[in-house]
C-alpha cells in the first residue's frame, strides 16, 4: 500500500516497550528527545520499517509504521476519550466503509474523524461538525498526521443549529446533547440511514433513545463494550489487574422511510 | 453510494421486530413465507428502502437495506460464533483499511471475510485459507449475498502448509491451532505488518502468544470483549439480563524487521 | 456441628450433577419421583451424608447436606430472582453477623431472608416486612425447611407505613420503592448502622442515593456485581459462554448520628 | 450489640471522605494526626458513635464505628488483595455460619481470617496455617483489632505437610499451591464439607480443580466475581471510570462421603 522505508516526513511509532511510544515526524538533520536519551532521524532514514535505532544512552526503540489505533491514541487530548474498542464498535454498528458520506458531531479533536475517514476513502467524505474553533484545529493537525484530512471536511458550526448535507449514510454523534441533534439527522439521512450516538451517562442515552424513538428512527438498540487485558504467560496466566470500567454507552438506530 | 429503491436482485432484510428479521432476495413473482404469514414481492419493487410492507395476515414488516453486521449474523452459521463485537477490533486491531491486502484462515462460513472484505474494498483484497471444501461453498455464497466476493479469493488450502502471498498488511487468524500458522505468517507479511489472533481457549492464546514471542513479532497483546445490551427506557433502564460472557480472546502483534 | 447420619425428617440435596438437584424432605417409607427414576427415602435413612443412592432406573445421585446457597437457589421462586453473588454483598457491605438485630423489606419468598437468618443465629434476630400474605407463607416455607425460622419474626405489614422496630443494626431493602423507606430506617438504626439497598433500575438507585442524602446518610456507595463462571479443563479452559448480565446495583450508607 | 458510646480503648473509624479515613484505637489524653490537622481523643470519648469532630484545622471527621469490611479493608497490607467482594463470595460458597470449624490456610495478614472469625463466633473456631511467622504476627494484630482473635487458633505450621484438625465444616485456601493441599483436606473435612479456593492466575485454577477432582470432591465450580462501581448522581449517572479488573477465580467444591 505504502513505500516500505522510512522516508523524511514520514510520521514513525518510535516503540520502547508497550507503554512507552512515541509518534514523531522524521525531520533530516534533527534529533528526538525522550526520558532514555535523543535518537537521531538520520539513523532511521531509508531504513525499512520495523528496523531498530538506539539513542545515544543505548536503549533501542523500533521504528513501527503507525496503524489506525497508534492514530487514534495519539490523537486522544483534552476531551473524553473514545478509546480504539468504542471506535470500532462505532464504525462497526454504522455499517459505513469505502465510499460512505458520513456526518461527525463533534469533532473534538478528531479520534473518531481519522477512524471514520480511514474507512470511508478513497472516495467517501466525513463532514465533521465542530463549534469549538480550537478543537478543531486539534483535529486538523491529527488528521494531517494521519494522512486523511482530504477525505474529511471539518466545518466550524454548532451542529444543533443544523445539518447541511443530505442523502448521506450514518450520522455520528459524539457531543453531550445528542437528543437535539436527532431530527436534523433524520432529514440528513437516506432511507436505512443509520445513526449512532456514544454518551456517557445513562440520562444522555434515555433521552437520546426518546428523541430517536420519537422521530422516525426504529431498531434502536444500546450497548456497553467492556475490554480487558490478558496477562499472557504460561504457568501466570491471569487477566491484567486494573481495567478501564466505563467509557460510554453506544446507542444506534436506523431510519425508517416515513416517520 | 448505491439505489435507494428496491429492485429485483436486491437482498433486503425483512424487520418485523429486533428479534425477527429475515436477510431475502427480492425476485419478481414470487412470495416470502415468515411465521406471521407471507410477503410478496412485487409489493416491495420500486418501493425506497426503510418501506413498510403487510404480511397477508396484516403484520407490518419494514424493508431495511442490510448492513454489514446484519450480513455477518446472518452469514454465521454451523462454526463458532464471532460476534460482530470481535469482528469490530479484530478489524481495528489489524490497521487495515481500504486497499489492504490481507490473508485469512480459516474462512468458516465467511463472517469474518465478510467484514474484511467490506473494509479494504475497492482496492484491497482478501486471500482466506479453508481447508473444508462445504465451508467454502457456504463462505462464497454469504459472499455473494453481501456483493463482495469480487475482492476476496477463496482458496481451498491447508493453511498450517504455508501462506502463498507474500508483503501482505495482515494476517487474521480463526482457527484452532493459529500457533502452527505463526512462522509462515512472519514471512507473508511486510515489515510492520500485523497479526490478530481470535481462539475461544486460554491455552490457545497461550501458545500463540509463545509462538509470536519466538518469531520475530513484538507489541503482543491479548484482549477480550464483553458486550453488554442496556434496557433503555424512562423510569426502567437496567442492563439486559442476559449477556453472551465470552466468544473469545483477541490478541495482537506486530511484525518486527529482523526477527 | 449436626449428626452425620441422614434421619427421618431432614432434608437432603439429591445431587445427579451440576444442573439438576432436588432438595427433598426425607420421610421413611416414602419415595422421591425424579425424571431418571424414582428413590426411596429409606434407602438414605441411617446413611452418611456424602452417600450414593440408585434410583430405581440406575442413576446415582448424591445425597448432599444442604449448604445456605442450595437453600437460597431453592427457595426463589415467584419474584425477582436475588443471586447468591448479591446476598454474599449484601450480607458483607451490612456488616451483621452472629447477634445482629436487623430490618428487611420485603420478605418476598425469604431467600435474603433465609441468609440474614443464618449469618444473625443463634442470638440475632431479622425483623421481616411483606404486605403480601401469599408470599410471607412461602417465605415461612422456606424458612422451617432451613431450619431458620425461630431466628426471624415475618411480619404482614406495609413497611412503607413504617419501622417499629428500634436501635437495629442494618436495614435491608429489596422492594420496588425502597426511597420510601429511608427515613423510617434512619428512626429504627442505631447510630453508625447500616442501610443496603437492592434494586434491579437505575432510576430507583438515583431516588434512594438521593433519599439517603438527604436523610442523614453518609459513605453512601453504589455497585453491581458480575459473577463469570469458567470452564476449568487442562487444554480447554475458558469463560463460560452465558451468564447473567444484569440482577441489581447494591446502594450502601451508614447512619450518621446527628442529621 | 455493643455500647453505643465512644469509650477509651474502642476502634474508631475516622471518616473524612469515602477515600480518606483511618482506624484508629481510641487513648484518653492522646491525639491522632491527619493529613488536615490532628485530632484529640478526648473530644470522642463519651461521644455517640457516628458523631461528628473538628481537627485542630476545622476539618471535620465522623467518628464511625468499623465495619466488618473496614477491618478487612484495613487489614490489606504486604500480601495479594483478596478483596470484600471475593471474601463475601468465599463465605457463601463454603456454607459457613455461627458455629462452623473452618481451617484455612494460608492466614497471609488476615483479612480473610477475620471475616471467618465474624461469621462463625461465638460458638465457632477459624484453624488459620501460616509458615511466615512474621504474617502471623500482623494478622494477630489486625484480629485483636476487630475483636475477634478468641474464634481463632493461628498456627505457624506449613499446611502442605497435613492438617491437624478433623470433622471440620469447611476448607478455606488462599495460598500460591492449594493442589498440594487437596487431599489433607479431604481427611479433614467432614462428610459433605466444603472446601474453597482463591487463587489469581489460571493455571493455579486448573491444577486444583485436576486435584479436586481426582480426590473425591464433586460439584467443583469455578467463578470470577467483578465488582464495579456507580457514580450515582441525577442527570450524570454512570459507572466509575476506574475498577478492578482481577482479583482472583473462586473454585468450590464438596467432600463426597467415599472417593
Given at each position: 500500500m505504502s ?218 438498540e444500546t ?37
Amino acid at each position: 500500500m505504502s513505500s516500505q522505508k522510512i522516508t523524511e516526513g514520514d510520521h514513525v511509532l518510535l516503540y520502547l516497550n508497550q507503554r512507552k511510544t512515541y509518534l514523531v515526524k522524521v525531520e533530516a538533520g534533527k534529533t528526538f528527545h525522550t526520558h532514555k536519551g535523543f535518537i537521531k532521524f538520520d539513523e532511521l532514514i531509508g531504513k525499512e520499517y520495523g528496523s531498530t535505532v538506539a539513542s545515544n544512552t543505548g536503549f533501542e526503540f523500533i521504528a513501527l509504521k503507525p496503524l489506525l489505533r497508534d492514530y487514534i491514541m495519539k490523537a486522544v487530548r483534552r476531551t473524553q476519550i473514545t478509546y480504539p474498542k468504542d471506535i470500532a464498535l462505532i464504525v462497526m454498528f454504522s455499517g459505513i466503509g469505502p465510499g460512505s458520506r458520513v456526518v461527525e458531531a463533534g469533532t473534538g479533536t478528531g479520534a473518531l474523524t481519522t477512524a471514520l475517514a480511514h474507512y470511508v476513502k478513497p472516495n467517501g467524505r466525513v463532514y465533521s461538525y465542530e463549534f469549538r474553533e480550537e478543537f478543531l484545529k486539534t483535529a486538523e493537525k491529527n488528521l494531517k498526521r494521519a494522512n486523511l484530512v482530504d477525505f474529511v471536511e471539518l466545518k466550524n458550526k454548532d451542529v444543533t443549529a443544523g445539518i447541511e448535507e443530505s442523502e448521506v449514510d450514518a450520522v455520528i454523534l459524539d457531543l453531550a446533547t445528542p437528543w437535539l441533534v436527532v431530527p436534523s439527522a433524520y432529514k440528513a439521512l437516506k432511507p436505512c440511514g443509520t445513526i449512532v450516538s456514544f454518551s456517557p451517562t445513562i440520562d444522555q442515552v434515555v433521552k437520546t433513545v426518546e428523541a430517536l424513538n420519537a422521530n422516525g428512527f426504529i431498531d434502536t438498540e444500546t450497548v456497553e463494550c467492556l475490554m480487558r487485558g490478558m496477562q499472557t504467560e504460561r504457568g501466570k496466566t491471569r487477566p491484567q489487574t486494573l481495567m478501564t470500567a466505563h467509557t460510554g454507552y453506544i446507542t444506534f438506530a436506523r431510519k425508517k422511510a416515513v416517520k
